[in-house]
């Protein structure tokens, strides 16, 4: 079974103003599904592998074979990423409740310190990349910031949130100002699906 491009769970428009349309498109349309395209490429020698889900094969990257593990790592990384990119946001925006909240708060004091410090990583990535809050292997919430399409998975992370700063995301709008996009961006988290993936 070959991988396959996930629909958007909204519109390209819905996250507007503070995601425009076509960066939306463009970034799904095309570049995530370039992921998957050259996934599939890699693992075409390998049909026991492209049977399995993507998330197993991030997780032990050691066990897919030598020709094929840096196409999994980075188009693997950048499917399973912007998959997760997609649910983790929505039209909503707001603050996370529940357990969630209650264990930003106990962790970094505040969600306006978590949020101050979400956004400094992502300001801060060199080059293209990723910010993420996780679950580390011992359950606690962290901040953790990847290159390229490494995903937190391979390191032994739970990924809850996670904002994609490759130029891709923001050019059209934003330039170069990376920081103006990561303020934005707070505005579309859907927290629900955070949440969510907290408590899975």
């Keep these: 079974m070959a991988f396959e491009l996930p629909l958007l769970p909204y519109g390209y428009d819905a996250l507007e103003p503070y995601i425009d349309a076509q960066t939306m498109q463009i970034h799904h349309d095309k570049h995530h599904a370039a992921y998957v395209e050259k996934l599939n490429k890699a693992l075409e020698a390998y049909p026991d592998l492209a049977g399995r889900p993507i998330e197993d094969l991030l997780k032990d990257l050691e066990s897919v074979p030598e020709d094929a593990r840096t196409a999994v790592r980075n188009h693997g990384g950048g499917h399973y990423n912007h998959s997760l990119f997609w649910k983790v946001m929505g039209p909503k925006g707001g603050e996370p409740g529940g357990e969630l909240g209650k264990e930003i708060e106990k962790v970094f004091g505040s969600f306006a310190e978590f949020k101050k410090q979400f956004s400094e990583a992502a300001g801060t990535v060199f080059g293209s990349g990723w910010a993420w809050l996780v679950k580390d292997s011992a359950g606690k919430l962290a901040i953790v910031k990847t290159p390229n399409q490494d995903s937190p998975i391979s390191q ?45």
């Design 156 to 200: 032994g992370q739970v990924p809850l949130l996670g904002i994609d700063v490759w130029e891709h995301a923001y050019y059209l709008k934003y330039q170069n100002r990376r920081p103006e996009y990561v303020e934005a961006w707070w505005n579309v988290v859907n927290w629900e699906q955070v949440e969510s993936n907290f408590s899975a």
